[in-house]
């Protein structure tokens, strides 16, 4: 942790906090604090970048993993009971690694506003050899947000993704 007032929330590991009144809510993550609106409280304006990571063998949607856990493939959010805006990027990249040559780059970008059903995603790059690969970004349970990817029957791939968040709580 480097800065002032800034927080790791209990359970969270590898992660970063830099800048005024960050909190790291996610394993992994590396917070950039945003100075909390003259101290209102921490984390209401902060972005951070989180690690993806996965593979696929068939053409079933598959949730990428956090932080490289085999177990954690939840990108937590704020609770529904708090009023919160969160603008995210992510870059993901995907290479076949049983035989060489297929690879692509993907872009989806969003906005959640506090709770489920009140998304809004977009692809808006997409680069590479195979168009049946694909990427996506799903909500689901309390407040959960999974980035997932579906690769291609009998393809070995390999994905790699950076997740970069924006959020403000009011």
Do not use: C
């Amino acid at each position: 942790i480097s800065g002032s007032n800034n927080e790791i929330a209990n359970g969270v590991n590898n992660a970063t906090v830099l800048g005024n009144y960050g909190i790291a809510k996610r394993d992994g993550e590396v917070v950039f604090g945003g100075g909390a609106f003259e101290g209102a409280g921490v984390g209401y304006g902060q972005s951070s970048i989180l690690g993806l990571s996965g593979t696929t063998t068939d053409a079933t949607q598959t949730n990428l993993f956090v932080n490289n856990s085999s177990t954690n493939t939840t990108i937590a959010r704020s609770p529904t009971s708090i009023i919160s805006f969160q603008g995210f990027e992510a870059h993901i990249i995907g290479v076949r690694t049983d035989v060489g040559g297929d690879a692509i780059f993907l872009k989806a970008t969003g906005l959640v506003y506090q709770k489920l059903g009140n998304q809004t995603v977009a692809t808006s790059g997409r680069f590479g050899t195979s168009a049946a690969w694909t990427s996506a970004v799903a909500f689901s349970g309390t407040n959960a947000m999974h980035l997932s990817v579906t690769g291609e029957a009998g393809k070995d791939i390999s994905w790699s993704a950076t997740l970069h968040l924006y959020e403000i709580i009011i």
